[in-house]
């Protein structure tokens, strides 16, 4: 078992706080106050290699877990590219019975039936829609889709009682309707993505989006899994200088917590 896995149970979470481990690309583990934990887009694999486009999509981030390690109350995918909804992972979070529910926008359903998620174990979300799992509710948010391949892209607004709301974006390109529908929710810290390639989020948009929406945490993500997709965050940085939101910056760690409360 690696001490990621021991780190996540034994974690005690102040009331009024969320804790925050990244796995890398928009890989998160979140644990409420309660005890309940989420896993958002775990990709535990280098399925994404070789790619068919010849691109250079080997794993460069260090596998935090095996997906058999895996243990979540709810595991969510926020669409059903492969580096979000990670078929070899969804299969062996399926397999090892320490994955209790699967929770995806409309394509994600395919791939956890293909993964063999038993059918009582999936469940459908989309934007604004609301879904409750121990003290945590999950509200499904817009995302502008990347590719006419799934054009169900969506994020997610983690919040436990009246606690921080984590917004999670998940893969989407700009738009103003982006900023408008995240305005909506209010969030204390926003995951976003900042590589910019195949359509998502650059860090200019990103810090864009952070300037409009306001939250106290800016926390990027999506910018080191491949080299052919990837961005130095430190640009990210930059671009919320330049807007007067750098204070807003917090680099993600692997395998150490970040503890999101509602002050930042």
């Not at 925050?20 to 896993?39: E, H, M, R, Y």
């Not at 887009?41 to 999509?57: E, K």
């Not at 750098?246 to 509602?262: A, C, D, F, K």
Request: net charge negative; hydrophobic share 40%.
């Amino acid at each position: 078992m690696t001490g990621l896995v021991t780190d996540v149970r034994e974690a005690r979470v102040q009331p009024d706080t969320l804790a925050l481990w990244f796995l890398g690309q928009n890989g998160w583990l979140i644990k409420s106050p309660g005890g309940t934990v989420i896993a958002v887009d775990p990709y535990l694999s280098d399925c994404c290699n070789p790619s068919r486009r010849g691109l250079d999509l080997a794993r460069r981030v260090p596998l935090p877990l095996e997906p058999e390690e895996l243990e979540a109350d709810l595991l969510v995918c926020t669409h059903s590219h492969r580096d979000h909804a990670d078929p070899e992972t969804l299969c062996r979070c399926a397999n090892s019975g320490r994955v209790k529910g699967f929770l995806g926008p409309g394509d994600t359903q395919a791939v956890f039936a293909e993964a063999g998620v038993a059918a009582g174990d999936r469940r459908l979300s989309w934007p604004n829609h609301q879904s409750e799992i121990g003290d945590v509710r999950l509200t499904g948010t817009f995302a502008l889709p990347t590719d006419a391949g799934d054009l169900t892209h969506m994020g997610f607004v983690i919040q436990a009682g009246d606690g921080p709301r984590l917004w999670i974006t998940g893969d989407t390109a700009w738009c103003d309707l982006l900023a408008e529908a995240g305005l909506k929710h209010r969030p204390d810290a926003v995951c976003l993505p900042i590589n910019g390639g195949y359509a998502n989020l650059s860090h200019w948009e990103a810090a864009e989006l952070v300037r409009r929406v306001a939250p106290a945490q800016a926390i990027p993500c999506h910018w080191d899994m491949f080299a052919d997709n990837s961005c130095p965050p430190h640009l990210f940085e930059a671009s919320l200088t330049v807007k007067g939101m750098r204070q807003t910056y917090r680099l993600p760690e692997y395998g150490r917590p970040m503890v999101i409360s509602r002050s930042g």
